[in-house]
């Protein structure tokens, strides 16, 4: 009798640990579960959030590519306007040389001798415009 004793308490204790692995079966099949909802609700949400990413990286590519474009053609320009400005820069360099040239000029004219000389002609004039008045 001892024997079915024992092999009773043993019978016993598989059973009690068959029922601990059952409810860590079950626990583990429902947290599979879980996860196989999970995974099945997030990998979607990932890919379209990776595709989304992907997206705007191109956009951002393009729009830098975009802008150094402009940035180009922006020190084109510049470089174009510097040479319009030293162009202009000589134009007004060589217009103030011929000014100060013309002034020059025009300071270092005698008009004290030119209105003497004006005054003679007008006196070897007048006797002429008389002469000839009397011929009309």
């Known amino acids: 009798m001892e024997e079915n004793k024992d092999t009773l308490e043993y019978l016993k204790e598989i059973k009690e640990i068959n029922q601990k692995r059952l409810f860590?079966?079950?626990?583990?099949?429902?947290?599979?579960?879980?996860?196989?909802?999970?995974t099945a609700i997030v990998v979607p949400v990932v890919i379209q959030t990776l595709n989304t990413a992907q997206d705007t990286m191109i956009k951002a590519n393009e729009a830098i590519s975009q802008a150094?474009?402009?940035m180009d053609d922006m020190t084109v320009t510049?470089?174009?306007?510097?040479?319009?400005?030293?162009?202009?820069?000589?134009?007004v360099d060589d217009s103030s040389e011929s000014l100060v040239q013309a002034f020059d000029?025009?300071?270092?004219i005698d008009f004290e001798g030119l209105n003497q000389a004006?005054?003679?002609?007008?006196?070897?004039?007048?006797p002429l415009s008389k002469f000839f008045s009397a011929f009309r």
Request: hydrophobic share 55%; aromatic share 2%; no cysteine.
């Open 105 to 108: 000029n025009i300071n270092s």
């Open 118 to 126: 004006i005054t003679d002609l007008g006196n070897v004039v007048e």
């Open 24 to 38: 860590w079966t079950r626990i583990s099949v429902v947290l599979v579960a879980i996860l196989v909802v999970l």
């Open 78 to 91: 510049i470089d174009s306007m510097e040479v319009a400005v030293n162009s202009i820069t000589k134009l």
């Open 68 to 70: 150094q474009t402009i």
